[in-house]
T-cell receptor
Framework: ELKVEQNPLFLSMQEGKNYTIYCNYS?????LYWYRQDPGKSLESLFV?????AVKQEGRLMASLDTKARLSTLHITAAVHDLSATYFC???????????FGQGTRLTINP | DSGVTQTPKHLITATGQRVTLRCSPR?????VYWYQQSLDQGLQFLIH???????AKGNILERFSAQQFPDLHSELNLSSLELGDSALYFC???????????FGPGTRLTVT
């Protein structure tokens, strides 16, 4: 059974700092997603990573995928308060027809 | 706005009751997925329909059932509700399986 693990689960950081959230998964997959969720809200799609070595950037967020290591990272550069949210990675396996989510990383950015 | 709509937004009901949650996918999307989000279980996949046919089932309780209608909207039926069924229920849609899913705003179910 596919397992998806994120770490850390909680992250409190100061504005201006850099940090990385890690997403490990247990089965070969060619498709990984990152979502953002604000409290009580829906999931907002951030990145879709489709191949080994894929790197995508949007503003202060950058995501990468290493399918051989079964690892994706979400890197935050010079964090700002507006990035405070819970971030989820999700893995999609051909034929499974579902997303398997990590536990989520609750990110709090303090002024 | 993802284009996926869900009704109702909030639902408060008593144990033992039955409720129906409704989802309308984005225009043109044939796949509809249901997920449950709770504090203890996280985000869990429940069921996937594609063009009216059930395609995949997750850890969905026997008390729960779903269907997708010819107009592609979907309903999730929850019966004999228990306190532990209190959660956020999300619907997502995609054009076809194995492509990006877009999530609706969710229905918050509270069972008292």
């Amino acid at each position: 059974e596919l397992k998806v693990e994120q770490n850390p689960l909680f992250l409190s950081m100061q504005e201006g700092k850099n940090y990385t959230i890690y997403c490990n998964y247990s089965t070969t997959s060619d498709r990984l997603y990152w979502y953002r969720q604000d409290p009580g809200k829906s999931l907002e799609s951030l990145f879709v990573l489709l191949s080994n070595g894929a790197v995508k950037q949007e503003g202060r967020l950058m995501a990468s995928l290493d399918t051989k290591a079964r690892l994706s990272t979400l890197h935050i550069t010079a964090a700002v308060h507006d990035l405070s949210a819970t971030y989820f990675c999700a893995v999609d396996i051909q034929g499974a027809q579902k997303l398997v989510f990590g536990q989520g990383t609750r990110l709090t950015i303090n002024p | 706005d993802s284009g996926v709509t869900q009704t109702p937004k909030h639902l408060i009901t008593a144990t033992g009751q039955r409720v129906t949650l409704r989802c309308s996918p984005r225009s043109g999307d044939l796949s509809v997925y249901w997920y449950q989000q709770s504090l203890d279980q996280g985000l869990q996949f429940l069921i996937h329909y594609y063009n009216g046919e059930e395609r995949a089932k997750g850890n969905i309780l026997e008390r729960f059932s779903a269907q997708q209608f010819p107009d592609l909207h979907s309903e999730l039926n929850l019966s004999s509700l228990e306190l532990g069924d209190s959660a956020l229920y999300f619907c997502a849609s995609s054009a076809q399986p194995h492509v990006e899913q877009y999530f609706g705003p969710g229905t918050r179910l509270t069972v008292t």
